[in-house]
């Protein structure tokens, strides 16, 4: 790996640990030719299906549109940065093991949603007024008394 700091190609790993569950590996490295330390990490590189827009097109699943969708839904709520990681996760893993090669947001949506619920009710409500398009407060309403039964 290339040095970041001097673009030399000549550095050694110092250490290697696991992190996110396995599902990482992070490698502190040095520079031979510089001194200087970094770190990188690694992750498996998926192959996942597109998703079926509501317009019927197509677009490739972005792990960072569905973080940014979580972090807005869980913004100034008490959920550490490792529950959000392993749900996207988990909405990951759902994803690679579809059959099919093409899924609809639909499901994903539905998935964020089972996620969000898990994690934060009120990010749930939150995620769930923008994604069903609520009208009214009685839209709210009912949806908070689901979720009190």
């Known amino acids: 790996m290339r040095c970041p700091f001097c673009q030399?190609?000549?550095?050694?790993v110092l250490d290697t640990r696991l992190i996110?569950?396995?599902s990482q590996v992070r490698r502190r490295r040095e520079c031979?030719?510089?001194?200087?330390?970094?770190?990188?990490?690694?992750?498996?590189?998926?192959?996942?299906?597109?998703?079926?827009k509501s317009d019927d097109s197509r677009e490739a699943f972005s792990e960072d549109k569905l973080r940014s969708g979580l972090l807005k839904a869980l913004e100034k709520r008490p959920?550490?940065?490792s529950q959000i990681e392993t749900s996207i996760a988990r909405i990951e893993l759902k994803l690679?093991?579809?059959?099919?090669?093409?899924?609809?947001c639909i499901k994903i949506g539905e998935w964020v949603m089972e996620e969000l619920k898990a994690l934060d009710?009120?990010?749930y409500i939150r995620f769930m007024s923008v994604y069903r398009q609520?009208?009214?407060?009685?839209?709210?309403?009912?949806?908070?008394?689901?979720l009190m039964r």
């Open 121 to 123: 009710k009120v990010a």
């Open 32 to 52: 031979v030719s510089c001194g200087e330390r970094y770190s990188t990490r690694e992750t498996v590189d998926l192959n996942l299906p597109h998703l079926i």
């Open 134 to 146: 609520f009208q009214d407060i009685e839209a709210f309403k009912k949806e908070i008394d689901r």
């Open 8 to 12: 030399s190609d000549d550095t050694k």
């Open 79 to 81: 959920v550490k940065t």
């Open 96 to 104: 690679m093991t579809q059959a099919d090669r093409e899924v609809s």
């Open 20 to 22: 996110d569950d396995g």
